[in-house]
């Protein structure tokens, strides 16, 4: 049976017009980061990749922000296209992934600065439902048969009844998959 999904706290005024509704903006975000690796020009001395869920928080306007590290990760959605994006700070290298889409939630990460070549690329997940630690988004859906890419659309979701619910789509299969989400 699913469990009760606490509400995403909201910010007051000055949110984000465009993705949500007056006074709706969550004062936090989601950005799961997965398949991110290391490139031809990499070396030790960079640290690992950046993979894994980053609570983002809401800086202004449609941006989220969190600074982990030596990386920032940030969310920016907004009327001309959305953007995800993990910045390595010492190169002003990393990955990023753009949508034409107003506040779209999946992303095909490509490397910031192809000709540096540390990293190669991955996918992002943005969503306001705080994941349960040993839930992934990307390995939820692996794990029901379903191969993540950019046309395998997550949307989660609370139902009426409080449920947390990530519904997979993809277009070019047909494919339509709810799953309630039970961390207890």
């Known amino acids: 049976m699913g469990i009760p999904i606490v509400p995403p706290e909201k910010i007051g005024v000055g949110g984000c017009s465009t993705c949500f509704a007056g006074g709706e903006t969550p004062r936090f975000l989601y950005v799961e980061i997965a398949g991110n690796g290391t490139g031809v020009n990499w070396f030790e001395d960079l640290g690992q990749p950046i993979n894994g869920i980053f609570k983002v928080e809401h800086s202004v306007g449609c941006t989220w922000l969190k600074n982990a590290g030596l990386w920032t990760v940030s969310y920016i959605g907004g009327p001309s296209g959305s953007k995800v994006e993990a910045r390595y700070a010492p190169l002003f290298d990393g990955v990023e ?50 191969s993540p890419g950019p046309d395998l659309l997550a949307d989660p979701f609370v139902t ?11 277009k070019r299969d047909a494919t339509n998959v709810k799953i309630k989400i039970d961390c207890s």
């Open 97 to 146: 992934g753009v949508s034409l889409d107003n506040c779209h939630s999946w992303f095909d990460l490509q490397i910031r600065q192809p000709d540096f070549g540390h990293w190669t690329g991955g996918f992002a997940l943005v969503t306001m439902v705080d994941d349960c630690p040993i839930i992934s988004m990307l390995g939820l859906a692996e794990s029901v048969g379903l």
């Open 160 to 170: 009426p009844n409080e449920e947390g619910v990530i519904r997979y789509a993809r």
